[in-house]
């Protein structure tokens, strides 16, 4: 018996249309449609298991109606003056995004006729929902390109979108412009070298919109069972766009006729107006909060390297890519309107990010003026309590001060207690990486050939909430037999506190892929011109001192266990015609 039935029909068109108005103005219309129709049903029998269906039965029927429409006008001109010396490309146009989402859920137990899965003989009594999504962005954008004689170009963007997004604020369209200036040095200079091929320095300075989530500048309230609810969430009187502003310099060298190749790439970036939806008092009347402040900042630099070099009859192509990124949160808004908290020991305010952790019963992240994003917040410790007597001189007491437990410090004076409170809770590492790096590598000699490609991340940190519950690591606990000072006791009743213990190195360098290939040529005579084989290996071995399965987390930096990444074997055959 099929259980799960699932039936999708998609529709796509797309036409376009260009019309020259002179050799050089065209005017270009473009249109798109993506329409899907899925139903989805499940048919639990009679026979199920009763925590799944009722006594005759459970039916779920899910309808998905998903429609995007996409048109857009551009009038592209390309000219040039003064006998070629100057050229000129713009585009001027104007586009319509709309996006429609209607979806219906219905799922409960049958009614009279046993195993008889229709609408008609079942009861909405676990799922009765309607989803409707509708949004729409109306767009003017304009870009332009002037260049001398292939040596400097200028390049100048704008754009205004108007989105749905923003109904019922101030705002009610994004414009973001841009502008860049690049030359090419070796042409402007007329350099003749062996050595230096080709040099181009460029600068650009851009701004980007971002509007907030649909639906959160309009405050509604739910119904349920048909009544409507009197909580809503909380939002900002005039919601204004998400705004970054941005600026970069580089330069590209090619060296030795293109055989080294630089880039250097240093960036900076401020982004306004950040959405947060903060803690809200548990005696409000509404369910949560939505505040429009706030700035983070983001400077990095990006440096690549590319070698093409040959070695007698082997050649060889690398490329070394280096990247280093700094954040700082600079401003969370008005303390008192986003709820911010203070630490009592540095004056650091501060709001918890994400959700809270079952685990430690705490926040792991939060959001704190002058700190990277998502940097730790927890306690520091100092081994394990080896005794009664130590857990109580360390401020202590409880369960907390029994040998085995962790030994948590008293870093707080300004209470003038001697004891480990929530006032001694401070920052315990940091989610972001220091720097990052990759290297490919192309090899081939005769009918070999070779590549690998590593990429690595080193100085983050990784909260691994999985560091006491392995197998691996239990026999090591503290016991009175074993009075480790690495690892506690097993305690099921224990009240964790986030702390500096689980938090780990997180750096680690991936054999990402690693190909093998022979190639056997074969006469002009046959169908077949060559015939490669090869074998490839993806994620083929990680160096890191991290004790999960897997270093490599999300922006959070947290390690929630799973499964180890797949390392994967393909063996293969190319065949040239």
Request: hydrophobic residues 35%.
């Amino acid at each position: 018996r099929n259980m799960f039935n699932t039936g999708k029909d998609r529709f796509l068109f797309g036409a376009s249309l260009k019309y020259d108005v002179t050799d050089w103005l065209d005017i270009t219309g473009r249109a798109r449609i993506d329409y899907t129709h899925i139903t989805a049903e499940q048919k639990n029998y009679a026979s199920t298991l009763g925590l799944f269906a009722g006594d005759k039965g459970r039916y779920y029927n899910n309808t998905y109606i998903t429609s995007q429409r996409y048109a857009d006008v551009l009038a592209n001109f390309h000219k040039t003056f003064a006998d070629g010396a100057f050229s000129l490309n713009a585009t001027l146009g104007a586009s319509i995004e709309d996006y429609k989402h209607r979806a219906i859920l219905l799922g409960g137990d049958l009614t009279g006729v046993p195993n008889l899965f229709t609408l008609a003989n079942m009861t909405t009594n676990k799922s009765q929902a309607k989803e409707t999504i509708n949004d729409q962005t109306q767009s003017l954008f304009a870009t332009l390109q002037l260049g001398y004689k292939n040596m400097v170009f200028l390049d100048v963007t704008a754009r205004n979108d108007w989105v749905t997004a923003l109904a019922n604020t101030s705002k009610t369209s994004m414009f973001y412009p841009s502008v860049g200036l690049s030359a090419v040095l070796t042409d402007i200079f007329k350099v003749d070298s062996r050595v230096l091929s080709f040099a181009k320095i460029r600068a650009s300075y851009a701004e980007v919109g971002n509007a907030p989530m649909r639906w959160i500048t309009i405050p509604t309230y739910p119904v349920s069972d048909g009544t409507p609810q009197t909580s809503t969430y909380l939002t900002s009187d005039d919601f204004k766009p998400e705004r970054t502003k941005s600026w970069e310099v580089g330069a590209d060298v090619r060296l030795w006729g293109n055989k080294l190749i630089l880039n250097a790439t240093y960036y900076s970036s401020r982004t306004y107006n950040q959405v947060f939806n903060p803690d809200i008092s548990s005696t409000s009347t509404y369910s949560s909060l939505y505040v429009n402040a706030g700035r983070v900042d983001n400077k990095g630099v990006e440096v690549s390297a590319e070698l093409n070099q040959n070695l007698g009859p082997v050649k060889w192509s690398s490329n070394l890519v280096y990247s280093r990124n700094r954040n700082k949160v600079l401003s969370l808004g008005n303390a008192v309107q986003t709820g911010l908290k203070t630490d009592l020991r540095t004056g650091m305010q501060y709001e918890y990010y994400g959700n809270q952790s079952e685990q430690f019963r705490a926040y792991t992240n939060i959001l704190a003026v002058g700190q990277p994003m998502y940097v730790f917040y927890g306690y520091r410790t100092d081994g394990i309590v080896q005794s009664l007597a130590e857990g109580l001189s360390a401020g202590l007491s409880g369960d907390d001060a029994q040998p085995g437990e962790f030994k948590y410090v008293d870093i707080y004076d300004g209470d003038g207690l001697e004891t480990v409170d929530e006032n001694d809770m401070c920052i315990i590492g940091d989610p972001n990486p220091d720097w990052m790096a990759s290297l490919g590598i192309d090899v081939s000699w005769r009918r070999f050939d070779f590549s690998i490609f590593f990429n690595g991340v080193f100085g983050n940190d990784v909260l691994n909430t999985k560091r006491f519950d392995q197998p691996s690591n239990m026999p090591m606990r503290w016991t009175a037999d074993n009075p480790t000072n690495s690892y506690p006791r097993l305690n099921a009743n224990r009240q964790t506190k986030l702390s500096d213990w689980w938090v780990e190195d997180g750096s680690f360098v991936r054999i990402q892929t690693m190909t093998l290939g022979y190639s056997i040529p074969f006469s002009k005579k046959d169908a077949a011109r060559k015939i490669r084989l090869y074998v490839s290996a993806d994620n083929l071995y990680t160096f890191t001192g991290f004790e999960g399965y897997d270093p490599e987390v999300g922006m959070t930096g947290i390690y929630s266990g799973g499964y180890p990444r797949l390392r994967k074997w393909t063996f293969g055959a190319d065949f040239t015609f």
